[in-house]
């Protein structure tokens, strides 16, 4: 199975609350999980990713988590901003990410001042 | 670092009409490139990816082709354009195994 599943389809969170997201996958070859940012009219921007080695990686405001048993992965999004607003996708591939990425649908997230 | 160029921004076209949009990329030799069409409130789906001068691989059967004419120009065509291939075209490149793809901004298709 190639799908990677996103959740929510959108989310609407405070000012310096914590953003969510989740996906999930089915493929065990999948080594490689960016998470990506889109502003209207931009392409997507590489904003943080993980190897099946580790079970987190923080970078900032922005945390992976990685769970390799349930094959799933969440972004953290800590102390929200206004400026977070985007649509952030979750993608996964094999081969270190130079092969084919397999993206979630996206989720639109909102940040209220 | 690389850039990735993408030109026009959006363009408008007639049914049938043919088609060219083309990616440049700076900053790297020999990268690995991609195309992507992105739906409205939709993910982003593979339409093309080369590793290297005239080698193309197809990912979904569509009335569009691609090639690579020069190690960092890669380009998108179709002889004559389909309603259902208005989108958000994205060309995306990695500068060799086990490296992030990174990409452009996009050219805005609409068929009319």
């Known amino acids: 199975q190639q799908q990677v599943k996103q959740s929510p389809q959108s989310l609407i969170v405070q000012k310096g609350g914590i953003s969510i997201i989740n996906c999930a996958y089915e493929?065990?070859?999948?080594?490689?999980f960016p998470w990506y940012q889109q502003f209207p009219g931009k392409g997507p921007a590489l904003l943080i990713a993980?190897?099946?080695?580790?079970s987190e990686k923080k970078e900032g405001r922005f945390t992976i988590s990685f769970n390799k048993s349930a094959k799933q992965f969440s972004l953290h999004i800590m102390d929200s901003q206004p400026g977070d607003s985007a649509t952030y996708f979750c993608a996964a591939s094999n081969q270190g990410g130079s092969e084919k990425l397999v993206f979630g649908k996206g989720t639109k997230l909102t940040v209220n001042p | 670092s690389q850039t990735i160029h993408q030109w026009p921004a959006t363009l408008v076209q007639p049914v049938g009409s043919p088609l060219s949009l083309e990616c440049t990329v700076e900053g790297t030799s020999n990268p690995n490139l991609y195309w992507y069409r992105q739906a409205a409130g939709r993910g982003l789906q593979l339409l093309f990816y080369?590793?290297?001068?005239?080698?193309i691989s197809s990912e979904v059967p569509q009335n569009l082709s691609a090639s690579r004419p020069q190690d960092r120009q890669f380009i998108l065509s179709s002889k004559k354009l389909l309603l259902s291939d208005s989108g958000f075209y994205l060309c995306?490149?990695?500068?060799?195994?086990?490296?992030?793809?990174?990409f452009g901004d996009g050219t805005r298709l609409s068929i009319l």
């Open positions: 995306a490149s990695a500068t060799g195994n086990n490296q992030p793809q990174h």
């Open positions: 993980i190897r099946p080695d580790v």
């Open positions: 493929n065990t070859a999948f080594d490689y």
């Open positions: 080369s590793v290297g001068i005239g080698q």
